[in-house]
């Protein structure tokens, strides 16, 4: 059973710092990796895909990396502001998305 | 991308009533549509996913017969919370994409329900 767990649960940060969100999965046989985030009461907004046989992806200051064999993804958040505070969620997608656990993530100015 | 939305954005209902929720593809045409719950502080557990003409699949532990989803074109789901109960006031979101699971996922604005 394909189990993701996301690292740190929570963070906060003054603004300007570069972050690193963790991700880890169980079962290395997955189609894509989703990051989202979520703004509280809101719904997701999709940030980042990865494919299964790319290792990253970029958006402005967001980069996503995979490294499938182990397991693991990484969301790197470069120069954060606190318009960046919000839950960020993983997900892997084996014909279904299974969400991580989240990080919330606090920026102060 | 793709834009998904769902009506309503919130509802209260009253206990023993049922409420529907409709999520629909606007500019794409989904084959697969998935639904979601989202508890407070909690991540988004998936309920069932629901494929156009077909009968939907169910997540272990969630009832059919209380969750009904209808999936009767390919820009529109339905969900249907039968006889609610308090403890189903929830954040529900659906996500569309087409063609099989593996593609992309759009997810829709999210729908809150309480129940009192």
Same mark, same amino acid.
């Given at each position: 059973?394909q189990?993701?767990? =996301?690292?740190?649960?929570?963070?906060?940060?003054?603004?300007?710092?570069?972050?690193?969100?963790?991700c880890s999965f169980t079962d290395s046989a997955i189609y894509n990796l989703?990051?989202?985030?979520?703004?509280?009461?809101?719904?997701?907004?999709?940030?980042?895909?990865i494919q299964s046989s790319q290792r990253e %992806?970029? &958006?402005?200051?967001? @980069?996503?990396s995979l490294d499938k064999s182990s397991g693991r993804s990484t969301? !790197?958040?470069?120069?954060? %502001?606190?318009?960046?505070?919000?839950?960020?969620?993983?997900?892997v997608?084996?014909?279904?998305?299974?969400? $991580?656990?989240?990080?919330?993530? =606090?920026?102060?100015? | $991308?793709?834009?998904?939305?769902?009506?309503?954005?919130?509802?209260?209902?009253?206990?023993?009533?049922?409420?529907?929720?409709?999520?629909?593809?606007?500019?794409?045409?989904? +084959?697969?549509? #998935?639904?979601?719950?989202?508890?407070?502080? =909690?991540?988004?557990?998936?309920?069932? /996913?629901? @494929?156009?003409?077909?009968?939907?699949? !169910?997540?272990?532990?969630?009832?059919?017969?209380?969750?009904?989803? @209808?999936?009767?074109?390919? +820009?529109? &789901?339905?969900? /249907?919370?039968? &006889?609610?109960?308090?403890?189903?006031?929830? #954040? !529900?979101?659906?996500?569309?994409?087409?063609?099989?699971?593996?593609?992309? =996922? !759009?997810?829709?604005?999210?729908?809150?329900? /309480?129940?009192?």
């Amino acid at each position: 059973k394909q189990e993701v767990t =996301q690292i740190p649960a929570a963070l906060s940060v003054p603004e300007g710092e570069n972050l690193v969100l963790n991700c880890s999965f169980t079962d290395s046989a997955i189609y894509n990796l989703q990051w989202f985030r979520q703004d509280p009461g809101k719904g997701l907004t999709s940030l980042l895909l990865i494919q299964s046989s790319q290792r990253e %992806q970029t &958006s402005g200051r967001l @980069n996503a990396s995979l490294d499938k064999s182990s397991g693991r993804s990484t969301l !790197y958040i470069a120069a954060s %502001q606190p318009g960046d505070s919000a839950t960020y969620l993983c997900a892997v997608n084996t014909d279904k998305l299974i969400f $991580g656990t989240g990080t919330r993530l =606090q920026v102060f100015p | $991308g793709a834009v998904v939305s769902q009506h309503p954005s919130r509802v209260i209902c009253k206990s023993g009533t049922s409420v529907k929720i409709e999520c629909r593809s606007l500019d794409f045409q989904a +084959t697969t549509m #998935f639904w979601y719950r989202q508890f407070p502080k =909690q991540s988004l557990m998936l309920m069932a /996913t629901s @494929n156009e003409g077909s009968k939907a699949t !169910y997540e272990q532990g969630v009832e059919k017969d209380k969750f009904l989803i @209808n999936h009767a074109s390919l +820009t529109l &789901s339905t969900l /249907t919370v039968t &006889s609610a109960h308090p403890e189903d006031s929830s #954040f !529900y979101i659906c996500s569309a994409g087409g063609g099989t699971g593996k593609n992309e =996922q !759009y997810f829709g604005p999210g729908t809150r329900l /309480t129940v009192t």
